[in-house]
């Protein structure tokens, strides 16, 4: 049996203004929301999230496409039918809109007042008890401006669900709070929500929220541009894409290779930046093996090597990935190196045509490793912000040449164009390190 969503949107139109001024803001969006289900929209600012959200909330008129909420149909509905509708979706907005000149239990119970059927005591009742569930049971009496962000924003949850709405519909909850109490403020929501089997639609650009979604929804300059579950399942897009990556290498050419990382890139900015697991550190990491190997080919150079620089001060990077011609030699992890961490300190391009003749080369490593190094080209992958993410060297043009302007220029750009990836390796592992020290 299928059961019905709780809303169903499908292929909605909206524009604002009139005449010469009218402009599209929505095309031609269509998905569903199961009960229980926790759908975050995210996307830019102006691409359309609150006028979609609105619209689903009953606040503003459907003109284009139909829109079904909670078994209503929303198109040409009457205002008594709208206001119906309005009374069974929770409301929670960036600033908490409590009213200043009631303590926070009377802002709760104006919401089951707003419901009618429910007595004085009742209603203090369950204010009460709702209160002390998101963590308020000692503020009940307070004002609005007694408390902190985040403590106004619980009292707004608590006044979205003590009606036991069907639906919550969230605006930017967590814009107005700093990190932790916006985690704290999702997470409660999220609980409370599943306990009471409530749908909910979660507008944010907070992308430190994403992992509370059971799906996530982009919206781009009015078009829903990807719709995604983040259970496992979906990740199979992405595992595709990194298998056609990984193992095409070297018959992709240059174009064809960039292309795909750019959608790896992008299935992993659209949802699992988010999830620190084994998986996702697993599946960047082949795909930076696969461009160290490609750049190998590329500067057809005997070896290449990634070295990924990290955050914590004083560890210059955290892991190398290195590969020649056939092969990934090694993914280690280690504090520094001569010349990469030259490049690392200056931003140079350095090229070396005669290693041995540097002073920044350090004999010991192929002195360790039994190779010998006779040239170097080395440059750091920067990010829009000229951040340092990682350093790509590779070594030894085949057939005793050096490397020269146009392997600089190539690897240059190749390097700009690969940059995205370790902006998500960096993100991962400022999460893993959050998650760490999190924990006590
Ligand atoms: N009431 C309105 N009248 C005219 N234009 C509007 C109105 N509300 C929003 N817009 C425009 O519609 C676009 C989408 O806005 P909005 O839905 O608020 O986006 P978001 O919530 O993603 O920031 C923006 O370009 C905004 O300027
Ligand atoms: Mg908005």
Known sequence: MRIEPVIKVSKINHYYGTGQLRKQILFDISTEIQAGEIVIVTGPSGSGKTTLLTLIGALRSVQEGSLTVLGQQLNRANNKLLE?????????????NLLTSLTASQNVQMSLALHGGISKREAERKAQAILEMVGLGERVNYYPNQMSGGQKQRVAIARALVTNPSVILADEPTAALDKKSGRDVVEMLQYLAKQQDCAILLVTHDNRILDVADRIISLEDGFLTSSKNTSSNNSHRLASLKWELINHVEDLSLKDFLSLLQQVTGEFQSF?????????RKC?????????LKITHLLQAERSTIFIVDDTPGNLWSKIVQSNRKKLLKVGITAHFGIAAHVSATRECLNIPIASQDYRYSPAIDEQTGYQTRNILCLPILNSQSKVLAISQVLNKIGNNCFDRKDEQLLGEFSQQISAIFDIWCHLQKLHKSSITGKH
């Open 84 to 96: 119906n509708v309005r009374k069974n979706i929770g409301f929670i907005f960036q600033s908490h």
């Open 284 to 292: 960047l990491e082949e795909i930076i093996e696969a461009i160290t």
């Open 272 to 280: 699992l930046i988010l999830i620190d697991n084994e998986a996702t």
